[in-house]
């Protein structure tokens, strides 16, 4: 598993971060996806 911060954007242009714990990055934002179905914008960049 790899970490990944995951950068989500919401209609009102709110913007939120988290650190997670995924197999690969379409992982990650699947699971973004699933949680926030109305985001406009998901990132999802592998940390070191």
């Known amino acids: 598993m790899k970490t990944y ?7 009102d ?7 997670g714990l995924y197999s690969d990055g379409f992982a990650a ?3 973004v996806m699933t949680t926030f179905p109305d985001a406009h ?8």
């Open 29 to 31: 934002v699947i699971d």
């Open 41 to 48: 914008r998901i990132s999802a960049r592998r940390m070191p």
């Open 5 to 11: 911060r995951i950068t989500i954007t919401l209609a």
């Open 13 to 19: 242009g709110t913007q939120g971060r988290s650190l």
